[in-house]
């Protein structure tokens, strides 16, 4: 295996719908992006792509990755289509990793869209949810808010996380995205303003969920000899990582909990893992990320996370599987500020300053959620905080962090049934 | 003028709602200047799309066969002596085929919410209680809604709860559903 770096990367507005445009031109607009911004890449040095998007039923055209790829220019190169759920991106970006660590390829294209607003609301809501067991959950009343929201009262249950503690995960997001320009949602909100907000599924509501959005985003990764030739500042994917779990919440075991290094068997007395209120997965690939970038305290020695927020409960749970705070301590981890930034002003009192902060992007509630290109969007605005490049990229340095030289991205599907978590770190 | 005590009445709509019918239009204007036409506003049509599946519930049938004689059935793995609530012929722990056995008809809330929007399908039905049910002596647990509660703050973690059974079954997993037990 050799030592991947990304070079590149470039995202499409997301936006709520893109009429004017076919899913092969909004890739193609984060593509050019990507592509203009390292000059010294030619088109021709490419030597393959990966593509993903998460639903045929939303595209209503299959085969649409090799549309996008022919799109690019990019045949008759190797490609392939990577999918799974709501990790779509992430695994994507993990298959153009894959493709520059095994040699196959000096420089990989990865890239990933979704084009969602092609149904309404309700209709797209019924085609996420066919993402659940068609013979027992499905026709229950399908519904991934549903599905999200027994999680986190059990979560509640086990642990007393509150609501007020879900709405300052939206609070942040949102405030964050209000300087990213890529974002669909920049709000100022406060905790009110999210509990007052459409109860959806008991207790999340509209703006503890994530919306539909049309979008695009493309990473270049090259190996290490191809990177230094291409860019000054390059950086280095050091750990990858991808857990698994069993798609019907009901079969999840009730079992001992998948200790972190920073962790022991004492602290969790009795409690049940992953049951209903934890992601494995998501601890099983921030496990096997860390062993790999050699990662044994996480709130230390990581500068920032971008995570798969696509319910503001889910960021809470991640930040337990990600070992940031111990199982169960996730609500007070938002509470005591811990994930914030420390430039920004979120209208609220915090006992402390942001230490990790994460989503600084905005993450998927504020910056919405096209599914095939969500984890390679996350990809990018990492890449571009490691790199120091937010201010060129954003129009604005606001939520530059100081210190960026490691952070993590982490990609997640269905209730936990594949997540991916890549480290990403300054390689000059 | 608002006034105190007046009749609390729903708000008026502030939006339209998208809908997905119009006007049957055969032909559209096209400028003379084809320069122009990188600027031309996306033309949006409307695609229906149904499909009927010829849908098997496979090694998985016996469960609905079960709910429509009213029996709730799991299955058991009589190496790993685990009983799954929600079947699979197929033990994933030690990879042995398991045997169908009855369940409990009477269990306890695991976990709750309520759905106030949901998937098209659903969306009529709206709002109802998902409950993930646990038994006892039963290793996993089972998805099904809860009947009788009227608001979430009516159902708590724990309660107990029977099983109901559709007169006239319809073959879906929403055969059964649970209501208070007590
Ligand atoms: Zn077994």
């Known amino acids: 295996m050799?030592?991947?770096?990304?070079?590149?990367?470039?995202?499409?507005?997301?936006?709520?719908?893109?009429?004017?445009?076919t899913f092969q031109k909004i890739v193609k607009e984060s593509f050019d992006y990507a592509m203009n911004d390292v000059p010294k890449l030619k088109h021709s040095?490419?030597?393959?792509?990966?593509?993903?998007?998460?639903?045929?039923?939303?595209?209503?055209?299959?085969?649409?990755?090799?549309?996008?790829?022919?799109?690019?220019?990019?045949?008759?190169?190797?490609?392939?289509?990577?999918?799974?759920?709501?990790?779509?991106?992430?695994?994507?970006?993990?298959?153009?990793?894959?493709?520059?660590?095994?040699?196959?390829?000096?420089?990989?294209?990865?890239?990933?869209?979704?084009?969602?607003?092609?149904?309404?609301t309700w209709k797209g809501n019924e085609f996420i949810a066919l993402a659940s067991d068609v013979n027992f959950d499905y026709p229950v009343g399908g519904f991934y808010s549903g599905y999200y929201a027994m999680m986190v009262n059990r979560h509640m249950h086990e642990f007393g996380t509150t609501v007020e503690q879900l709405a300052m995960v939206s609070v942040k997001n949102h405030m964050n995205a209000y300087g990213n320009p890529y974002a669909q949602k920049r709000r100022k909100l406060t905790i009110a303003d999210v509990r007052?907000?459409?109860?959806?599924?008991?207790?999340?509501?509209l703006l503890d969920i994530c919306v539909m959005s049309d979008g695009a985003a493309t990473c270049i990764l090259a190996d290490e000899e191809t990177a230094f030739?291409?860019?000054?500042?390059?950086?280095?994917?050091?750990?990858?990582?991808?857990?698994?779990?069993?798609?019907?919440?009901?079969?999840?075991?009730?079992?001992?909990?998948?200790?972190?290094?920073?962790?022991?068997?004492?602290?969790?007395?009795?409690?049940?893992?992953?049951?209903?209120?934890?992601?494995?997965?998501?601890?099983?690939?921030?496990?096997?990320?860390?062993?790999?970038?050699?990662?044994?305290?996480?709130?230390?020695?990581?500068?920032?996370?971008?995570?798969?927020?696509?319910?503001?409960?889910?960021?809470?749970?991640?930040?337990?599987?990600?070992?940031?705070?111990?199982?169960?301590?996730?609500?007070?981890?938002?509470?005591?500020?811990?994930?914030?930034?420390?430039?920004?002003?979120?209208?609220?009192?915090?006992?402390?300053?942001?230490?990790?902060?994460?989503?600084?992007?905005?993450?998927?509630?504020?910056?919405?959620?096209?599914?095939?290109?969500?984890?390679?969007?996350?990809?990018?605005?990492?890449?571009?905080?490691?790199?120091?490049?937010?201010?060129?990229?954003?129009?604005?340095?606001?939520?530059?962090?100081?210190?960026?030289?490691?952070?993590?991205?982490?990609?997640?599907?269905?209730?936990?049934?594949?997540?991916?978590?890549?480290?990403m770190e300054r390689g000059w | 003028m608002a006034k105190k005590n007046q009749v609390k009445r729903p708000a008026a709509s502030s939006k339209f709602e998208e809908l997905m019918t119009g006007t049957t239009v055969f032909n559209v204007p096209l400028p003379a200047d084809l320069k122009t036409l990188k600027g031309m506003s996306p033309i949006v049509i409307r695609q229906p799309y149904n499909i009927d599946y010829i849908h098997s519930y496979g090694q998985d049938s016996?469960?609905?066969?079960?709910?429509?004689?009213?029996?709730?059935?799991?299955?058991?793995?009589?190496?790993?002596d685990y009983t799954w609530a929600t079947p699979r012929l197929a033990c994933t722990r030690c990879g042995g085929e398991t045997d169908w056995v009855e369940l409990p008809q009477t269990g306890r809330v695991h976990t709750f919410t309520t759905c106030y929007f949901g998937g098209e399908e659903f969306l009529k039905e709206t709002p109802f209680h998902l409950v993930l049910v646990e038994f006892d002596g039963v290793d996993t647990l089972f998805l099904s809604r809860l009947l009788g509660p009227e608001q979430p703050e009516d159902i708590k973690i724990g309660m107990k709860i029977k099983a109901k059974f559709r007169r006239n079954s319809q073959l879906k997993p929403t055969d059964v559903y649970f209501v208070p037990a007590e």
């Open chain 1, 229 to 423: 030739k291409l860019t000054d500042h390059p950086v280095k994917i050091t750990g990858v990582g991808t857990g698994t779990d069993m798609m019907r919440m009901s079969d999840r075991p009730h079992g001992e909990v998948l200790l972190a290094p920073n962790e022991k068997k004492s602290d969790y007395g009795n409690l049940k893992y992953p049951g209903v209120h934890s992601f494995r997965a998501g601890r099983s690939a921030g496990l096997q990320a860390y062993r790999m970038a050699g990662i044994t305290d996480p709130l230390k020695q990581i500068d920032f996370v971008e995570l798969h927020d696509a319910y503001t409960s889910s960021e809470i749970q991640t930040y337990e599987d990600l070992a940031l705070c111990k199982y169960g301590d996730g609500g007070k981890f938002v509470e005591a500020g811990y994930p914030f930034m420390p430039q920004i002003d979120y209208g609220m009192k915090l006992p402390k300053k942001g230490t990790l902060p994460v989503n600084p992007s905005g993450g998927l509630i504020a910056c919405g959620h096209p599914v095939g290109a969500t984890g390679l969007m996350q990809a990018v605005f990492a890449f571009w905080q490691i790199q120091g490049s937010i201010k060129k990229h954003y129009g604005s340095p606001e939520l530059q962090l100081k210190k960026a030289n490691r952070g993590l991205i982490h990609s997640h599907a269905g209730t936990g049934t594949y997540v991916t978590v890549s480290i």
């Open chain 1, 45 to 120: 040095m490419i030597d393959g792509s990966v593509v993903s998007y998460f639903s045929d039923h939303f595209t209503r055209q299959l085969m649409a990755g090799i549309m996008a790829v022919d799109y690019l220019g990019l045949c008759p190169k190797p490609n392939k289509r990577i999918e799974g759920g709501g990790a779509t991106g992430g695994l994507c970006f993990q298959a153009g990793w894959e493709a520059v660590a095994s040699g196959r390829m000096n420089v990989c294209a990865a890239f990933g869209f979704e084009t969602m607003s092609h149904v309404p």
């Open chain 1, 2 to 21: 050799r030592p991947v770096y990304m070079v590149s990367g470039g995202v499409s507005k997301f936006a709520k719908a893109r009429p004017d445009a």
């Open chain 2, 62 to 80: 016996p469960f609905f066969a079960g709910l429509s004689n009213k029996k709730l059935l799991g299955t058991k793995c009589p190496k790993c």
């Open chain 1, 196 to 205: 007052n907000s459409a109860m959806v599924a008991y207790p999340l509501t």
